[in-house]
């Protein structure tokens, strides 16, 4: 089979998947699971969303026989629908970087909330979040694979995919030419700052001593003051979340209830929780709901993408 053969056949699978890109297959996404199948490399039952009729759909177009759903990928369910528990969540943003078709809407350091009409019910939100704050209830009753799901939907799901990944591209390379930028202009003036420096320094020693007698130098308004009541107040607001979440983890915690949906997820997900976790110990917040809230502020600021203005209170 030729490359251009494989491709045709991969847009063709892709076509009979529900593109709710959850990742539950073993692939990052529906499109590279389709190259696989095209491949040889996957089966074509691993699609749990699917179900039953997504393997005989795949089965019919490969010409194989119909099998049962793999089930190390998981098992055919009726679909879910993420929400989030308003009053616990700290606006950490860590949902809305794992949603893969931009379902959740909100911004740093505010309430996030769920667009139930975009949910895949995909679950790749619940396991990144630090308070265990999201549920996935059942919205299909008995209804499960394309019985919960249709075509339109699917479409709709792959678009806005589509366009996530495009976004992100366009960020990754916007990002990295304002580093290089950056490195570009502290190379060109590394060798002129010193100079400028001593002439500033010069130039201000000058001034302050011909001041006269009983008088202060004059001097620049400094916005610190300004800036470090800001801070305090954000790093309250964070403190403040923070232990909301803790006592509402503590209640859990009294009822037998542990973190959600940690155990059968891909590892790819896995990949994602640990670098969370990682994250979060390096900022001393693992273990330790209540701690240093001007790290959990500034993780904010520095790893938080340019997220929808939320039209909710900040916490």
């Known amino acids: 089979m030729t490359v251009t053969e494989i491709k045709t056949l991969a847009d063709r699978i892709e076509d009979l998947l529900p593109q709710t890109q959850c990742t539950k297959c073993g692939y990052p996404a529906c499109r590279p699971y389709a190259e696989a199948v095209a491949r040889g490399e996957a089966g074509y039952n691993q699609c749990p969303p699917g179900g039953a009729e997504g393997v005989a759909r795949l089965a019919a177009l490969l010409g194989k026989p119909v099998i049962p759903l793999n089930p ?52 790749l939100c619940v396991p990144p979040c630090p308070v265990d704050c999201i549920s996935m209830p059942t919205v299909t009753g008995e209804a499960t694979g394309w019985d919960a799901w249709s075509q339109p939907q699917a479409d709709a799901a792959r678009e806005r995919h589509n366009r996530r990944e495009a976004r992100l591209a366009r960020e990754r390379e916007a990002a990295e030419a304002r580093v290089a930028a950056r490195r570009s202009s502290a190379g060109s003036a590394g060798s002129g700052t010193s100079s400028a420096r001593g002439t500033a320094a010069g130039a201000a020693a000058g001034m302050a001593a011909g001041a006269p007698p009983g008088v202060a130098p004059a001097s620049a308004t400094s916005p610190a003051s300004a800036t470090d009541d800001a801070e305090a107040k954000k790093r309250a607001i964070i403190q403040a979340a923070l232990e909301r979440a803790r006592k509402k983890k503590e209640e859990l915690a009294a009822k037998g209830q542990g973190p959600l949906n940690t155990e059968h997820v891909s590892a790819d997900v896995q990949a994602q929780i640990d670098a969370a976790e990682a994250r979060r110990r390096r900022l001393g917040l693992a273990d330790n709901p209540t701690a240093n809230a001007a790290n959990a502020a500034d993780a904010t600021n520095q790893d938080a993408p340019p997220a929808p203005a939320s039209t909710r209170n900040p916490r």
């Open 72 to 123: 190390a990928n998981g098992v055919e369910r009726p679909r879910p629908l993420a929400l989030i528990d308003e009053q616990i969540c700290i606006g950490c943003t860590l949902c809305m970087q794992a949603c893969p078709v931009d379902a959740i809407v909100g911004a740093p350091k505010h309430m996030h909330t769920v667009v139930a009409e975009l949910c895949t019910g995909c679950d």
